[in-house]
């Protein structure tokens, strides 16, 4: 299948419905993997984005099989720099299977975006960038999970200032597909570290060398190797050191250099052991450099839902082989195509001609000393330039000074800025050591002169991120999205689910710590799981009066009623005789339930023979019985000498006593 045709397939889902839960609502992006569209969860009235993967992976049993896999293994990644991962599931429904994963949706652009519309990043936005990158990477490594295919692309900028990474796992997935072979790389040619190249294998120093790329890109504007053909820069990859990104900036610090160095060492050896360790790296060079982190910006001008349909994939498949005339269409995408085999005696000669050849290196160390001075040449004339706009605005009155805010808060900052007739815009995030209300950076920064009227950034702290209310019974990925949100990391614990009476299965009773609880950024929080309701077994109280038998159902958890009398021979009059739910049966302690109660009605016939025939004839009456009374000679004083039924026998109510008189 073409590119030219499989956009018309994707473009065709709009307005389907996904195993009649997720509603296809627009087309955000295409690519030779999978077709990207804004959809809506109608079960929980969310939006979402669906990644809809391409035909012919949809068809490949183990490309399914590994795909669900990977997915499970992302779901279960929650970490505020991460895409979270919803669902994954296959439409059978809807022209033939449509195998795709429900995602968050970040409103906002990619990394290309933001590339493609400012160029070179500053210094200060492209760590900024970088270190929730990282961040995202570290947590994936310590999952056991590797990215493989870390781009501007799979880098998602919210309109929050928030940086997240996409797409865990579908390379690897894509890999197991019988579409490809040991003999084909699959990945995103421009970011593809030598190891992919040569070997296809990939641990966490795969990702770094990606992203020291991204790093290198994000500083110069470009990617460090472009080509005519896909192989060709795979090559460079093999067979190149990535130059300094200083060669094409040089007013970037030689501190700099070596982080990106660092990161794109041809031999996996020789880079740090993992995300984590060279997040730590940056951050140190950062505080040494005395750079403070700032806002990453989504472009003004950018609509991302139209941007990205319109502006062509940003990943797509290519040919095994790539014609060569064919060219490699920008950095952006991810291929498949062979991996290059090179003989080991074309290598030595390879390397042998390279190092008999040292004019070849003095044209080319020259070519470099003119690109470096026609840099210092450039920069002199910019630097020119602003001395004399300086000096005009000095000589005109218009220049000021940024002042001193950081630390302060924040209406005394917009106070002071507005004196210094500059304008305040205040961007707000979480910070573990500054207070709430309190100017963390400002940029311009202070001391800095700018003309007046200029607005100056303010990032004011929300102070250490706060539990979230989470609402008793919402579903538990309502609850991790809400926790990232807060920049909190979401756990979960099957050891501290609970029983509850209304609460569902599977959906929410509480978060531990509770909301409200200010914690350091990215601590975790417990999502406490309902078991649903308690299984519970009916005490049994047959035989028990009716007031021991209400006490004994109401200190189980039960509401009991008075369901019937009847009678019973063998039970008392008020005694139980059963219950219903019978007793020792097991039920769901929902809510408080109903247990009806049958009490026995039966009358224990009195020893009559105590009594004269007029007290007898009353206390039948009172007890509901009749009362036959035989004598040989009628007298009111006659005295009972026989009964039947005897004395103690449990009868009917209205039952009929026989007695004898004399």
Same mark, same amino acid.
């Not at 990606?210 to 994000?218: D, F, N, R, W």
């Not at 406490?528 to 021991?548: A, C, F, H, L």
């Given at each position: 299948?073409?590119?030219?045709?499989?956009?018309?397939?994707?473009?065709?889902?709009?307005?389907?419905?996904?195993?009649?839960?997720?509603? *296809?609502?627009?087309?955000?992006?295409?690519?030779?993997?999978?077709? /990207?569209?804004?959809?809506?969860?109608?079960?929980?009235?969310?939006?979402? #984005?669906?990644?809809?993967?391409?035909?012919?992976?949809?068809?490949?049993?183990?490309?399914?099989?590994?795909?669900?896999?990977?997915?499970?293994?992302?779901?279960?990644?929650?970490?505020?720099?991460?895409?979270?991962?919803?669902?994954? +599931? *296959?439409?059978?429904?809807?022209?033939?299977?449509?195998?795709?994963?429900?995602?968050?949706?970040?409103?906002?652009?990619?990394?290309?975006?933001?590339?493609?519309?400012?160029?070179?990043?500053?210094?200060?936005?492209?760590?900024? @960038? $970088?270190?929730?990158?990282?961040?995202?990477?570290?947590?994936?490594?310590?999952?056991?999970?590797?990215?493989?295919?870390?781009?501007?692309?799979?880098?998602?900028?919210?309109?929050?200032?928030?940086?997240?990474?996409?797409?865990?796992?579908?390379?690897?997935?894509?890999?197991?597909? +019988?579409?490809?072979?040991?003999?084909?790389?699959?990945?995103?040619? =421009?970011?593809?570290?030598?190891?992919?190249?040569?070997?296809? %294998?990939?641990?966490?120093?795969?990702?770094?060398?990606?992203?020291?790329?991204?790093?290198?890109?994000?500083?110069?504007?470009?990617?460090?190797?472009?080509?005519?053909?896909? $192989?060709? @820069?795979?090559?460079?990859?093999?067979?190149?050191?990535?130059?300094?990104?200083?060669?094409?900036?040089?007013?970037?610090?030689?501190?700099?250099?070596?982080?990106?160095?660092?990161?794109?060492?041809?031999?996996?050896?020789?880079?740090?052991?993992?995300?984590?360790?060279?997040?730590?790296?940056?951050?140190?060079?950062?505080?040494?450099? !005395?750079?403070?982190?700032?806002? /990453?910006? @989504?472009?003004?001008?950018?609509?991302?839902?139209?941007?990205?349909? *319109?502006?062509?994939?940003?990943?797509?498949?290519?040919?095994?082989?790539?014609?060569?005339?064919?060219?490699?269409?920008?950095?952006?995408?991810?291929?498949?195509?062979?991996?290059?085999?090179?003989?080991?005696?074309?290598?030595?000669?390879?390397?042998?001609?390279?190092?008999?050849?040292?004019?070849?290196?003095?044209?080319?160390?020259?070519?470099?000393?003119?690109? /470096?001075? &026609?840099?210092?040449?450039?920069?002199?004339?910019?630097?020119?330039?602003? *001395?004399?706009?300086? &000096?005009?605005?000095?000589?005109?009155?218009?220049?000021?000074?940024?002042?001193?805010?950081?630390?302060?808060?924040?209406?005394?900052?917009?106070?002071?800025?507005?004196? &210094?007739?500059?304008?305040?815009?205040?961007?707000?995030?979480?910070?573990?050591?500054?207070?709430?209300?309190?100017?963390?950076?400002?940029?311009?920064?202070?001391?800095?002169?700018?003309?007046? +009227?200029?607005?100056?950034? $303010?990032?004011?702290?929300? +102070?250490?991120?706060?539990?979230?209310?989470?609402?008793?019974? #919402?579903?538990?990925?309502?609850?991790?999205?809400?926790?990232?949100?807060?920049? $909190?990391?979401?756990?979960?614990?099957?050891?501290?689910?609970?029983?509850?009476?209304?609460?569902?299965?599977?959906?929410?009773?509480?978060?531990?710590?509770?909301?409200?609880?200010?914690?350091?950024?990215?601590?975790?929080?417990?999502?406490?799981?309902?078991?649903?309701?308690?299984?519970?077994?009916?005490?049994?109280?047959? !035989?028990?009066?009716?007031?021991?038998?209400?006490?004994?159902?109401?200190?189980?958890?039960?509401?009991?009623?008075? %369901?019937?009398?009847?009678?019973?021979?063998?039970?008392?009059?008020?005694?139980?005789?059963?219950?219903?739910? =019978?007793?020792?049966?097991?039920?769901?302690?929902?809510?408080?339930?109903?247990?009806?109660?049958?009490?026995?009605?039966?009358?224990?016939?009195?020893?009559?023979?105590?009594?004269?025939?007029?007290? =007898?004839?009353?206390?039948? &009456?009172?007890?509901?019985?009749?009362?036959?009374?035989?004598?040989?000679?009628?007298?009111?004083?006659?005295?009972?000498?026989?009964?039947?039924?005897?004395?103690?026998?449990?009868?009917?109510?209205?039952?009929?006593?026989?007695?004898? #008189?004399?």
């Amino acid at each position: 299948m073409t590119s030219e045709t499989r956009p018309g397939r994707g473009a065709g889902l709009v307005g389907a419905m996904l195993e009649r839960r997720y509603r *296809v609502e627009s087309l955000i992006a295409r690519g030779g993997m999978s077709t /990207v569209y804004r959809g809506l969860d109608t079960r929980l009235d969310r939006p979402v #984005a669906l990644k809809v993967m391409d035909p012919q992976y949809s068809g490949d049993r183990s490309f399914v099989d590994r795909f669900e896999l990977e997915a499970r293994s992302a779901a279960r990644l929650h970490h505020p720099d991460v895409v979270a991962v919803y669902d994954q +599931g *296959v439409d059978r429904e809807i022209d033939g299977d449509q195998v795709y994963l429900v995602m968050q949706l970040v409103e906002g652009c990619t990394l290309r975006d933001l590339i493609r519309d400012q160029g070179a990043l500053p210094l200060p936005l492209a760590l900024s @960038v $970088l270190e929730p990158v990282l961040s995202a990477l570290a947590a994936a490594h310590r999952a056991g999970m590797v990215h493989r295919d870390i781009k501007p692309e799979n880098v998602l900028i919210g309109r929050d200032g928030s940086v997240k990474v996409a797409d865990f796992g579908l390379v690897r997935a894509a890999a197991s597909a +019988g579409t490809t072979s040991g003999s084909v790389i699959l990945g995103t040619v =421009a970011y593809l570290s030598p190891e992919q190249v040569t070997t296809g %294998a990939a641990d966490p120093r795969t990702d770094l060398y990606s992203a020291g790329i991204v790093l290198y890109e994000m500083l110069t504007g470009r990617p460090p190797y472009v080509g005519d053909t896909a $192989l060709s @820069v795979a090559y460079r990859h093999v067979n190149d050191d990535v130059p300094a990104p200083s060669e094409q900036v040089p007013e970037l610090p030689p501190a700099i250099d070596d982080l990106v160095l660092r990161a794109t060492r041809r031999e996996p050896e020789q880079r740090p052991v993992g995300a984590e360790a060279f997040l730590a790296d940056v951050r140190r060079t950062r505080q040494d450099l !005395g750079i403070e982190l700032v806002p /990453v910006p @989504v472009p003004a001008s950018e609509d991302p839902t139209a941007q990205l349909a *319109v502006d062509g994939p940003p990943t797509d498949q290519f040919p095994a082989v790539p014609p060569a005339h064919s060219p490699s269409g920008g950095p952006q995408g991810t291929r498949a195509m062979q991996r290059p085999v090179v003989p080991e005696e074309d290598r030595t000669q390879e390397i042998a001609a390279v190092r008999a050849a040292p004019d070849t290196r003095h044209h080319a160390q020259r070519r470099r000393g003119s690109r /470096v001075f &026609a840099a210092w040449a450039g920069a002199i004339v910019v630097l020119a330039a602003l *001395v004399g706009l300086t &000096a005009w605005w000095l000589g005109t009155g218009s220049s000021v000074e940024v002042p001193r805010v950081v630390g302060q808060p924040e209406d005394v900052a917009v106070k002071v800025l507005e004196e &210094a007739q500059l304008k305040a815009t205040v961007t707000r995030e979480h910070d573990n050591s500054v207070a709430e209300g309190t100017v963390i950076s400002s940029s311009p920064q202070e001391g800095r002169q700018t003309v007046t +009227g200029t607005e100056v950034r $303010l990032v004011v702290s929300l +102070g250490r991120p706060k539990v979230p209310d989470i609402a008793e019974g #919402a579903s538990v990925e309502e609850a991790q999205s809400a926790l990232m949100d807060a920049k $909190l990391r979401p756990a979960l614990d099957s050891t501290r689910d609970q029983y509850h009476p209304s609460v569902p299965e599977g959906k929410v009773i509480s978060v531990d710590p509770g909301p409200g609880t200010a914690l350091e950024i990215s601590s975790p929080v417990t999502i406490i799981v309902s078991k649903g309701p308690q299984p519970v077994d009916v005490p049994d109280v047959r !035989g028990q009066s009716k007031e021991d038998a209400f006490a004994a159902l109401r200190n189980a958890g039960f509401e009991p009623y008075e %369901a019937s009398t009847q009678f019973d021979a063998d039970v008392a009059a008020g005694h139980v005789i059963s219950t219903d739910p =019978a007793g020792g049966s097991t039920v769901l302690l929902t809510g408080t339930p109903r247990v009806g109660v049958v009490v026995s009605n039966a009358v224990t016939v009195p020893d009559f023979g105590r009594y004269s025939v007029q007290q =007898a004839k009353e206390e039948a &009456a009172r007890l509901g019985l009749q009362l036959q009374v035989t004598q040989l000679f009628p007298r009111e004083d006659a005295v009972i000498f026989g009964q039947y039924p005897f004395p103690g026998s449990k009868v009917q109510p209205g039952s009929s006593i026989q007695v004898t #008189a004399i």
